[in-house]
């Protein structure tokens, strides 16, 4: 069955730097989503994106927060200038369509910001 | 914002034991989907299920959206069962369609 893969699974960064995580969604899926969980909390809707655009953001996608998807098969999420309460598990998914289709998740990058 | 509500936050079963977890929605849905959170960290998708019912081996998965609630059904469970169980929706109308929203989930311990 095809999956989400996401790079690295995890990454540890000094605060003030920029930092990209890495995403492949499935082949043929279109939407594009990422959603951040804290240390023991819930996992948080941060943005999607189709069609080579930002659909919906959350309040937490700050100007901090860019993604872009640079080629056929990949999506990144970019933080500009990392700060200590940046660190959580970072989750891309995709889905074929944006209502009535399941998403499919990776299996996340923990991020931490020392 | 539509608000999804886990019960119960914690439970503690002896392996071989039936377990129910709830999850209750404010709001019509496009889609309801139960994770399993491994001690990993990993995301497991267990179901889509935004109405009906459905059954994967020892687990099945019940959404009554007219009532706007479902519950996740584990019998004979497992150590390896262990984790936290989420219910993540999306709302059927108006903006933010397509966007997950997650309960606090189910923290499950299973004990041999």
């Known amino acids: 069955e095809p999956e989400v893969t996401q790079t690295p699974s995890h990454q540890v960064t000094q605060m003030g730097q920029e930092v990209i995580l890495r995403c492949v969604p499935i082949s043929n899926h279109l939407y594009f989503y990422w959603y951040r969980q804290i240390l023991g909390q819930k996992v948080e809707f941060l943005v999607s994106?189709?069609?080579?655009?930002?659909?919906?953001k959350s309040e937490i996608f700050d100007d901090q927060f860019s993604v872009e998807r640079p080629d056929g098969s990949n999506f990144t999420l970019k933080i500009r200038s990392t700060k200590l309460e940046d660190s959580a598990m970072y989750f891309c998914?995709?889905?074929?369509?944006?209502?009535?289709?399941?998403?499919?998740f990776g299996d996340g990058t923990r991020l931490s910001i020392l | 914002g539509i608000q999804v509500e886990q019960s119960p936050p914690d439970l503690i079963l002896q392996e071989g034991a039936n377990s129910t977890l709830r999850c209750n929605f404010s709001d019509s849905v496009n889609n309801l989907q139960w994770f399993h959170q491994n001690p990993w960290g990993q995301l497991i998708n267990l179901f889509y299920?935004?109405?009906g019912t459905k059954q994967n081996g020892r687990l099945s998965a019940t959404t009554v959206a007219t009532e706007r609630y479902s519950l996740l059904y584990i019998s004979s469970s497992q150590t390896t069962d262990s984790g936290v169980y989420f219910c993540a929706v999306d709302k059927e109308y108006g903006g933010s369609q397509g966007n997950l929203i997650f309960g606090k989930g189910t923290k499950l311990s299973v004990k041999p």
């Open positions: 299920i935004p109405s």
């Open positions: 994106f189709y069609n080579n655009e930002i659909s919906e």
């Open positions: 998914a995709s889905s074929f369509d944006r209502v009535n289709q399941p998403q499919h």
